[in-house]
């Protein structure tokens, strides 16, 4: 079901079937155009495949915004090894849910952006790894992948082809860090999920230590519309380098919060003020989130930008997952910093040093400036310990929660500082330091 | 250690769902579904894990230390999760956590006395644009107000 009302200016292709009477049935799956791509794709060689992701721009959209193609091309297909296609549905970036939004109102389409991969890659398995906390999702797709067994759309010669291929849901158990795709692998193999080292990457070495296409969920559901109208046709809705569209989750202070279609490129206060409503009782915009709790925060006067990695890049911040979270004049920026860093310190896996003491050390000198006890050196404590985090640990997590904090500081000093001389022995001038 | 067929064809199920030699990669599925009909992740159920997946006790026990939906003693019958991640938090989420900890009389991770009902402050759970949101086990509550979460609370008395 859809939680949220279309938008006129929404690009459909992702979300093209969501609104057809039982849109997560096969039935509705093959009566608009279900598994044509893959009967193309079968016919394609696996080059001309990973030849049209290419064209396409397509772009991983999890986060990192990898040239899929590219990604898809590291696979070494002659390896004797078997290889495995494993879906992200790991979605847990807070500000992001839009992946739950694409298995719950088309599960075929990820079915069949699974089966292409496994065409361009040689790959006769599968895993949708899910977030524990989906379990209903879990359910929906195995309703959609025992239908599709059922009806010879999985298992042995798919749709009357001599393609095989076998697809499982993982649940996951609770995990932030299992959405790190390193991490994700050693969870799929039963394990805590700590990063592994890179190189190698999951392309060579990734699920049971065979090469593995490991891509978000919205990704491989990109690639059905990819295969079906070209490459050529995809890219030309986003801007160059950024094909096709992007599911955008806009949250926060909004009238109309919700999960939108839209091409990459579009201007971010045009999704605020058109698609998303606007903000309530005509407050002003303070500050936007761009691409979830990771991404380094853009001050209202940023955010006439056009959405695509390339240009959010240049503000020095990230698209990264598509979680958009809008804050007005109302929003306390250092209250936001000290919940954002609570979940970096809950959700770091312990495994690099830098990360685990960091997130913690940061978590409790911003509780310490919230709750009024901080001194003048605390602020920019803050800002050096969270730049000593970059780059020094094996994933992502110590950076994703070093980088927004550093945005906070750097960008509402005056905030933390108003807070650091209510605290009355700062104001009393006992305390100098700083 | 017995378990219901539909949780036995379950298992049987995920053993074959790996490579050969792979069975390792049951185990958070296993205790995550086992962990389900049992009430908690208790010694026994981690045992019998490891028996089917052919690993030793410890390698199961360090996983369940590390999975924050893994539990080791019984939670409420109906777990009340409350999330005050970034995009709830904007639209009310810590007030309404507040709001549910007053309701409830229980705190982050207790339960009540009858052990119907226990309280969790999560983190991100996938619902930022029907903020703020709850999850009552698994099942998931949009938009949800002080007045929303009082009238599902006590339709949770009356199912019990």
Known sequence: ?434 | MTFSPELEARFEKLLNSYPPGRTRSAVIPMLMYGQDEVGAVTRELIEEVAKRCKVTPLQVDEVVGYYSMMHRQPQGKYHVQVCTNISCMLVGGAELYEHACKKLGLGHKQTSADGNVSLEEVECMGACSWAPAVQVNYDFHHHVTTEQFDKLIEGLKNAV
């Open chain 1, 1 to 434: 079901m859809l939680y949220n009302a279309p938008h006129p200016l929404e690009v459909k292709i992702l979300t093209r079937r969501f609104h057809l009477e039982n849109s997560a049935s096969l039935d509705t799956y093959l009566a608009s155009d279900g598994f044509v791509a893959f009967k193309k794709a079968y016919e394609m060689t696996p080059e001309q495949i990973i030849d049209e992701l290419k064209v396409s721009n397509l772009r991983g959209r999890g986060g990192a915004g990898f040239p899929t193609g590219m990604k898809w091309s590291f696979v070494p297909r002659t390896s004797p090894k078997p290889k495995y296609i494993v879906v992200n549905a790991d979605e847990s970036e807070p500000g992001t849910c839009k992946d739950r939004v694409l298995m719950e109102n088309d599960p075929n389409q990820l079915i069949e952006g699974i089966l292409i991969a496994g065409l361009a890659v040689d790959a006769h398995a599968g895993y949708i790894y899910i977030r524990g906390e989906y379990r209903y999702l879990i359910e929906v797709m195995e309703k959609a992948i025992a239908e599709a067994y059922k009806r010879g759309y999985l298992g042995k010669n798919i749709a009357g082809t001599n393609f095989n291929f076998d697809l499982y849901v993982q649940t996951g158990g609770g995990a932030y860090e299992c959405g790190e795709e390193s991490a994700l692998l050693e969870s799929l193999e039963g394990k805590r999920g700590i990063p592994r080292i890179r190189p190698p990457f999951p392309a060579v070495a990734g699920a049971f230590q065979c090469p593995t296409v490991l891509n978000n969920v919205e990704t491989f559901c990109s690639v059905p519309a990819i295969i079906r109208d070209g490459g050529a046709a995809y890219a030309a809705l986003g801007t160059p380098r950024n094909g096709g569209t992007k599911m955008v989750c806009l949250s926060g202070h909004l009238n109309k919060p919700g999960v939108y279609e839209l091409p990459l490129g579009f201007n971010l206060l045009t999704m605020i003020n058109e698609v998303g409503g606007g903000i309530p009782g005509g407050r002003k915009l303070k500050a936007v989130v761009p691409g979830g709790s990771s991404c380094p925060i853009l001050k209202a006067e940023e955010c006439d930008v056009a959405m695509d990695y390339d240009s959010v890049a240049k503000l020095k911040s990230m698209l990264g997952s598509g979680g958009v979270v809008i804050m007005d004049e109302t929003t306390d920026i250092v209250k936001v910093a000290l919940r954002v860093m609570r979940f970096y310190a809950h959700e770091s896996c312990g495994w690099c040093i830098p990360c685990r003491e960091g997130t913690t050390w940061l978590r409790k000198m911003l509780q310490r400036i919230v709750d009024g006890h901080g001194v003048p050196s605390d602020v920019n404590m803050v800002n050096e310990l969270a730049k000593n985090m970059l780059g020094r640990t094996f994933c992502p997590l110590g950076d994703a929660a070093a980088m927004p904090t550093i945005s906070y500081v750097e960008k509402f000093r005056d905030e933390f500082e108003a807070y650091v001389r209510k605290n009355p022995i700062v104001s009393s001038e006992l305390v100098s330091v700083g």
